[in-house]
């Protein structure tokens, strides 16, 4: 990877492209009698995944970006937990009928901060809704400083088979000045117990580019990660944003890798878990050659949303909880953010639908060719152009950023095919921006490019 071209690149502030548009384009004008009339047409044969969000953590992380706030209190989680309940049975009400469901989600936040009783419940409730089909996905985001025995025992009766547990350093001095102190015997205790409740499918999420940390640092942490033995890594670069996540104002920007800093970091990581054996997979992601989603990768099958990278090929995701996003062929839709003002529209008996985004002809075609960049470092723009109905030349003359891309040796344009030179694929978020027609440079809305 050239260090120019992530000198020149790497400072940008870019969308990670989990959809297109994205969330910053969404507007009001999409509500909830919108979305109540794009679930109700939704066709016969529509099969949907599921994502449900849970704002709450018992302390804050101060490099986090998720919506969630502290809770002391267990009664607020379980409040939550019936309205969860509530709104899954507007959403089919609103449907109309049982659809297939191939993959749900929890995510959060920290969705085991839930009463095991309760997380049982709403599985319960989800497959009475839904026809969840027994080959279905079932995951759930871990911390594992907080889960208990009993939550796992709930896991394991719920057939939960996918987790992701985060980790992002071992490093005592990055986790004291990030505020999340996890030291490495207490994961293996959780891996060690999920693997015996047979739930195999493991996830570690890593960050790079935290507060004093170098590569060595983040070396110590993939090695020592890798005695775990986890089927899948997720490896994101820490995005500071402390103008839209107050909390991460308690980090000292002073201490904070610059960008050259990161993208050594970044290829550190990936080159270890390389040489481990894992496969690297689309902007951020390594798994196991024999796992389904390096499998998706191999085969040109793999798709990306808001969780990044899935084995997902559905067209609908059904988004549950206060934040929460979801997408139907129409468009997108976004709950509301504030947990009251979520809680207040469900039980009034109202879809709690704040903002959303009607999809164009534009936009899918973009939103495809963008896709296919982030999940295979290119796309067959003639093939993608002339399903959509649509001009390559067209196309080309508007994606304007595309030529110094190309220009630098980041993008090679061969007849109607565009790739991402393998070395340069780090910058995969500068060239899908390239055909980002809502794309504001101005406004720094996104992470870095590395």
């Known amino acids: 990877m050239s260090t120019d071209l992530a000198a020149s690149y790497g400072e940008e502030r870019l969308p990670r492209y989990t959809s297109y548009p994205t969330a910053p384009h969404f507007s009001p004008a999409i509500g909830a009698h919108i979305y109540?009339?794009?679930?109700?047409?939704?066709p016969s044969n529509a099969s949907a995944s599921l994502y449900l969000h849970v704002p709450f953590c018992r302390e804050m992380c101060w490099y986090c970006g998720c919506h969630t706030q502290i809770v002391r209190r267990d009664q607020l989680v379980a409040a939550y937990q019936r309205t969860l309940l509530r709104e899954i049975a507007l959403v089919t009400g609103a449907i109309g009928r049982r659809i297939r469901v191939e993959h749900i989600h929890f995510g959060g936040g920290t969705p085991t901060i839930m009463a095991p009783e309760a997380f049982a419940e709403i599985m319960a409730a989800?497959?009475?809704?839904?026809?969840?089909?027994?080959s279905a996905e079932i995951a759930v985001e871990i911390d594992p400083r907080t889960l208990t025995s009993g939550m796992v025992e709930a896991m394991r009766l719920s057939g939960v088979n996918r987790v992701s547990l985060g980790v992002q350093s071992f490093d005592p001095v990055v986790q004291r000045a990030i505020n999340r102190v996890q030291s490495f015997e207490q994961t293996a205790v959780v891996v060690d117990m999920l693997r015996r409740a047979g739930v195999n499918g493991i996830n570690f999420d890593l960050i790079y580019g935290l507060p004093y940390q170098t590569v060595a640092s983040c070396l110590d942490t993939?090695?020592?990660?890798?005695?775990?033995a986890p089927d899948?890594?997720?490896?994101?670069?820490?995005?500071?944003?402390?103008?839209?996540k107050r909390h991460q104002r308690m980090i000292d920007e002073a201490v904070l890798p610059d960008g050259l800093a990161r993208h050594d970091q970044a290829c550190a990581i990936a080159g270890t878990l390389k040489d481990a054996g894992y496969v690297q997979i689309g902007l951020d992601h390594f798994a196991r050659p024999d796992d389904a989603m390096a499998v998706a990768f191999e085969e040109r099958t793999l798709r990306r949303n808001f969780q990044g990278y899935t084995t997902d090929r559905g067209e609908v995701l059904l988004g549950f909880g206060a934040s929460a996003i979801g997408r139907l062929p129409q468009g997108y839709v976004q709950n509301?953010?504030?947990?009251?003002?979520?809680?207040?529209?469900?039980?009034g008996g109202r879809l709690a639908t704040a903002k959303g985004y009607g999809l164009t002809d534009d936009d899918r075609l973009r939103a495809d060719i963008i896709e296919r960049i982030m999940c295979e470092f290119g796309a067959d723009l003639g093939e993608i152009c002339a399903r959509h109905g649509a001009g390559l030349d067209a196309m080309l003359t508007s994606a304007?950023?595309?030529?110094?891309?190309?220009?630098?040796?980041?993008?090679?344009?061969?007849?109607?095919?565009?790739?991402?030179?393998h070395d340069s694929r780090f910058l995969v978020r500068s060239v899908a921006a390239a055909f980002d027609a809502h794309l504001d440079p101005a406004k720094q809305l996104h992470s870095r490019a590395v």
Not at 36 to 42: H, N, P, V, Y
Not at 336 to 347: H, L, M, R, T
């Open 232 to 244: 899948r890594f997720s490896v994101f670069g820490y995005a500071h944003v402390p103008g839209f």
């Open 36 to 42: 109540a009339r794009w679930l109700s047409e939704l």
């Open 222 to 228: 993939v090695r020592r990660s890798l005695a775990l």
């Open 336 to 347: 509301e953010v504030q947990i009251g003002a979520y809680g207040q529209s469900i039980a």
């Open 126 to 134: 989800m497959r009475q809704a839904f026809f969840v089909l027994p």
């Open 400 to 421: 304007s950023r595309l030529k110094p891309l190309i220009s630098d040796g980041v993008v090679k344009l061969d007849g109607d095919r565009l790739a991402v030179a």
